[in-house]
């Protein structure tokens, strides 16, 4: 079974490109002021030595959840302020970790930054008639800005589209090549902004981590032939992050709120820019944005190989500002050793040589009984020479008794007497007929 990270809602997010200048010149002269430097990059700063004014509101987002080290489990997370800067120098006291409601200690806190995190990113670029002229040349220069910032385990992706979307170049680490592909748009036609969404949301490969699409647009969807939920849907399903960009648009108009909630609800930012003029800084502060991360390690509380759904919370806490992320991990499976499967306290049956009944069927076997809707049930199908008069005893490997089935009833949903789901493993069945063995076998349940 997949496990999904689910991401917690958050208050909306957005960037005003002015509010980005305003910040930058406020903690450069904060830190000419208090004789340290604030800024890690342009974008970047040292939570120690700013003002509270620039930690109103946190953002903490789950990017990532590694169990495969089990049972030392591996997060990756990143932290913004209200501007949309991330915030640096977070050490272990600013974070909580908790799993299935216990805290965990100790954890292990690191920053990464350059060179560390390999991102997924599909650049998907409005090229509408209104892009026309300069607004066209800014953006694409701007997102070849970008490209030149990629770094060693960096991939991306180009989709222009007008009335409908149209893949520039497929995903690859050759920096000149996507220049390339985004120096060939050209400018005209409509707008299909939720199309190219999803085309570009089917561009991510499986396996692939760290993905997410800059969406940039200068107006409504006029031409898409998938609403706006079905492009919702849709990212959220794959798990990637968008970041979207409103040029020029009217602030607070339809399309800018559907800009808003499409990064807020993907775990995203929201950067507005007057004109094309700010677009190459924005790209750069995104760049910057995806390739900062805390990793936090820990060993978990619960070593236990059972197989069972994990929830981790993480909690950011710098000085009243607090935001939190959560994510799911499954333990591993580990069978307990146990002895071999021993016959039910029964008594002797009367004939001990049965002949096998090779008609007798359990279907499916194995058997994955998660409310799926698929294969949720196993059924025993009585054989040509089998008995109506049947009773079917399922035992655990210890030859404990688990259930039994009497009365005509087939079918076993792989639970127990009490209707707890038993774990996955093997499990021995007998058919008996009055004090007669008339078959036996192991069933698989799995998940």
């Known amino acids: 079974m997949k496990i999904q990270k689910l991401y917690t809602s958050k208050a909306e997010q957005q960037v005003n490109f002015w509010q980005i200048i305003f910040s930058i010149i406020f903690l450069v ?4 002021l208090s004789g340290n430097s604030n800024l890690i990059g342009s974008d970047v700063f040292n939570h120690n030595s700013t003002s509270r004014m620039t930690l109103d509101t946190l953002t903490l987002i789950y990017n990532d959840i590694d169990a495969a080290g089990f049972p030392k489990i591996v997060s990756l997370v990143t932290v913004t302020n209200d501007a949309g800067f991330i915030v640096g120098k977070l050490d272990e006291n600013n974070f909580l970790v908790h799993e299935d409601n ?6 292990l806190v690191e920053e990464l930054t350059s060179g560390v995190v390999g991102i997924n990113v599909v650049l998907t670029i409005d090229r509408s008639g209104s892009m026309r002229g300069q607004p066209i040349t800014d953006a694409k220069n701007a997102a070849s800005s970008f490209v030149g910032l990629m770094q060693q385990d960096d991939q991306s992706a180009v989709v222009s589209f007008a009335h409908q979307p149209t893949t520039d170049h497929l995903f690859t680490s050759n920096v000149d090549s996507l220049k390339a592909a985004i120096a060939r748009i050209q400018s005209n036609g409509g707008t299909a902004i939720f199309d190219a969404l999803i085309h570009s949301v089917y561009l991510m490969k499986n396996g692939m981590k760290n993905r997410a699409i800059i969406l ?3 107006g409504a969807d006029m031409d898409s032939q998938a609403s706006y939920a079905d492009a919702l849907a849709t990212v959220q399903s794959y798990e990637v992050r968008v970041f979207t960009i409103g040029l020029g648009l009217a602030q607070g108009s339809p399309e800018e709120n559907i800009l808003k ?3 807020s609800k993907t775990g995203g930012l929201y950067f507005y820019s007057p004109t094309s003029n700010q677009l190459e800084e924005i790209y750069r502060a995104i760049s910057q944005l995806l390739h900062h991360r805390y990793r936090i390690t820990y060993s978990t509380h619960n070593p236990a190989k059972d197989g ?3 929830h981790v919370q993480i909690d950011v806490v710098v000085n009243t500002a607090t935001s939190k992320d959560t994510a799911n991990y499954r333990a591993p499976y580990e069978a307990p050793p146990v002895d071999p ?9 009367e004939d001990p040589v049965i002949p096998p009944d090779s008609t007798f069927e359990v279907i499916p076997n194995p058997f994955t009984p998660n409310e799926d809707g698929f294969n949720d049930w196993t059924e025993f199908r009585r054989g040509s020479n089998s008995p109506h008069d049947w009773v079917i005893t399922i035992l655990d490997r210890a030859g404990r008794q688990v259930r039994q089935l009497r009365n005509g009833d087939r079918i076993w949903n ?3 007497e009490s209707g707890q789901l038993m774990l996955p493993g093997s499990y021995l069945y007998l058919v008996t007929s009055g004090k007669k063995i008339i078959h036996r076998g192991l069933i ?3 998940r």
């Open 29 to 32: 002269s904060f830190s000419t």
């Open 102 to 107: 216990v805290r965990e200690l100790p954890i």
């Open 216 to 218: 940039l647009t200068d």
């Open 261 to 263: 909630d499409l990064a």
């Open 308 to 310: 069972t759904l994990r």
């Open 341 to 349: 499967p021993v016959d039910p306290p029964v008594d002797p049956p």
């Open 414 to 416: 792989g639970k127990d």
């Open 444 to 446: 698989q349940l799995i």
